[in-house]
């Protein structure tokens, strides 16, 4: 089980609180039965068995319960809405105790045993039954689960056996797609150095952070101030520090696409059991960017990058597709990162803005292939570089987006300022102003503004149900640089 982040700012809003309406899964002889039930409501059942494509958004903040659950290769076997729940969730034994919430009380009623035939009444749990759940105890990344067994009924509701099953199993040929925003206030922070501050906006007036700080609607910032290290040999007068803050309005993407048949997509989860798998599926991370930082003093650069974590942020969103709960888990890491000979003196700050998309995408021709996006401008940068030398500086973020604790894909965004410099060169340029150099130096020298985004698409994103990817597929690095001044003396 993961070990969660302390809440270091604000109570992040509890998975519990984006779950799903209730209804039930039907028996194969009784689905016409079950759908006149009051766990089988009428919008939920028509959405599963219509054309349409499934609806994707952020699942309802008031929702009481938290599970969907199909029951594959039946007569309405398709999933809808349950009143059913996942009390708790032994992820070694993969065990789980589910709970019935009847009408009118928050107390579990009995959820009864299997009939003979292996099937259920309305609000039974059964073997075959899949199952997917927002976030429970016990498995706080959501659960989404095939029941192999039933073992008995205990004081908290039915025991069961569960294995791993694939979202194909819940989603079969529906069609899905959609982005949504994530709660800035949902992220759980670990600050990893002392001088860290984080800062959200929502809707309603809603502000989290340092008093003054504005951040727009929707967006998280991380600001940071800190000393590096000097060079080796470098009085202490030259101390180097850096600070700045990074600001991002993270989206997570989600597609699912069904109704592939074929032998070529079939797939075989690690239960045994065959699927037909989607026809397509997406699943990424993208978002507004905004970075603003400075550099100043001699760091104790190596011609390998030293990256500098300053602090690490997760959320689980909940997504409502359809009737189904699909719990994503999404992870952001700031960082700073600076490279070079370690001689350069160097006074350097840089504004940039931009966006980013990153992910995965699944067709039956190609399979996964990666999705890497980035558009940037500098805003006017100020530059200062002392004594023959290079460095390199970048503020950034490394994203990875899974399903149900599964990761899928990790990608790293690091926008970044490149100086080279033979003798000595003082440089003050007002990028894109069309305006010369202020320059007082002796020498030659080069500034550049940049950006890399790179990642992996892992074995993970098998959970759609598509064909296993044998190994980490990398995204391929989008390197962008562009020059923002140079000069001799």
Known sequence: MRKRPSRALVPALAASALLLAAGCSADPGQSSAAARTPDAGASATATANSDQPLAVAAAPAAAATSTAVARPGTAGGKARKTSLKVKSYDSHTRRAVISTVSKGTSSPSST???????????????????????????????????????????????????????????????????????????????????????????????????????????????????????????????????????QVKPEVDFSYGGGASTASTASTASNGSTASGPGAAYLGVSGDWTSQWALKGRAGATAKPVRLPFAKL????VLQVGPVPVVVNLDLTCYFEISGDGRVTVDVEQDLKGDFKAGGTFGTAAGWTPVNESHMDSSPVRTSVTTAGSVKAALGAQATVGLYGAVGVTADLAPYLRGEAAGTVTATTPVGSGTKSDVAASGSWALYGGLDLSGTLQIQLAIFGTPVIQHAIPLGTLHREWKLADGKM
């Not at 899905?176 to 670990?190: L, Q």
């Not at 504005?214 to 910032?221: A, H, I, M």
């Not at 997760?314 to 969103?317: N, S, T």
């Open 112 to 246: 009864g045993s299997p009939t003979p035939a292996g099937t259920a009444t309305p609000g039974r749990t059964a073997v075959g039954d899949v199952i997917a759940s927002a976030p429970a105890p016990g498995a706080p990344d959501g659960l989404l689960a095939k029941v192999t067994k039933v073992i008995g009924e205990t004081a908290d509701g039915t025991e069961v056996q569960t294995a791993p099953t694939t979202l194909d199993t819940l989603l079969g040929d529906d069609d899905a797609k959609g982005t949504v925003p994530v709660d800035p206030a949902s992220f759980d922070v670990e600050r990893l150095l002392p001088d860290v501050k984080v800062s959200w906006a929502k809707t309603g007036d809603i502000h989290s952070g340092p008093e003054g700080t504005k951040v727009p609607l929707g967006s998280l910032r991380v600001d940071v101030a800190t000393k590096v290290a000097t060079a080796e040999g470098t009085p202490a007068s030259a101390d180097a520090s850096v600070s700045g803050f990074v």
């Open 314 to 317: 997760h959320a689980d969103p």
